[in-house]
Antibody, heavy 118, light 102 residues
Framework: QVQLQQWGAGLLKPSETLSLTCGVYGGSFSYSYWSWIRQSPGKGLEWIGEINHSGSTTYSPPLTSRVTISVDTSKNQFSLKLTSVTAADTAVYYC????????????WGQGILVTVSS | SSELTQDPAASVALGQTVRITCQGDSLRRYYASWYQQKPGQAPVLVLYDKNNRPSGIPDRFSGSSSGNTASLTITGTQAEDEADYYCKSRMVFGGGTKLTVL
């Protein structure tokens, strides 16, 4: 059974770069899309982007200029970088596995609260 | 348009049936998946590919789709079903529906 575990810095200053990593345990890293999603406090879910095992990426259009998702298949990990953060990027960030043509997300990581504050 | 629209809130009496809907043009081509989120927890997949349930999800959860609308139905709603529910189609989430069980 696949499990995802996330880690990374939880407190950033404006203009810094957010960096999070998600480890995939207990299953194959191939044949899935690996996604990042965020949720601002009290708000809904926002899809950030995804990557497959070969490194092909798709990003949310509003974030594409600041987002990079990468994969390290040797470690079964994928990572998120978001540059030039502002207070608006304060959110709980989740990683998740995307499956199937219709790209449902299961399972999810535990989530990490990233706060941007001066 | 790539947006998905959900009613912000819904309520249901304990043991009754509730339908939560999700509307958007992308649903004409792509099935929705549905996620349950309880306070302080990560979302959990409850339905995918219109009406498939992951292992461990009770069969009181069911789904349907017609045109630009996808629906999640909970039959015989339990107190533990009180949560936020989000639909997703391709790269977009709906705004979420807060379900209250009375």
């Amino acid at each position: 059974q696949v499990q995802l575990q996330q880690w990374g810095a939880g407190l950033l200053k404006p203009s810094e770069t957010l960096s999070l990593t998600c480890g995939v345990y207990g299953g194959s890293f191939s044949y899935s899309y690996w996604s990042w999603i965020r949720q601002s406090p009290g708000k809904g879910l926002e899809w950030i982007g995804e990557i497959n095992h070969s490194g092909s990426t798709t990003y949310s259009p509003p974030l594409t200029s600041r987002v990079t998702i990468s994969v390290d298949t040797s470690k079964n990990q994928f990572s998120l970088k978001l540059t030039s953060v502002t207070a608006a990027d304060t959110a709980v960030y989740y990683c998740a596995r995307g499956q199937g043509f219709h790209n449902w997300l299961d399972p999810w990581g535990q989530g990490i609260l990233v706060t941007v504050s001066s | 348009s790539s947006e998905l629209t959900q009613d912000p809130a819904a309520s249901v009496a304990l043991g009754q049936t509730v339908r939560i809907t999700c509307q958007g043009d992308s649903l004409r081509r792509y099935y929705a998946s549905w996620y349950q989120q309880k306070p302080g927890q990560a979302p959990v997949l409850v339905l995918y590919d219109k009406n498939n349930r992951p292992s461990g999800i009770p069969d009181r959860f069911s789904g349907s789709s017609s045109g630009n609308t996808a629906s999640l139905t909970i039959t015989g709603t339990q107190a533990e079903d009180e949560a936020d529910y989000y639909c997703k189609s391709r790269m977009v989430f709906g705004g979420g529906t807060k379900l209250t069980v009375l």
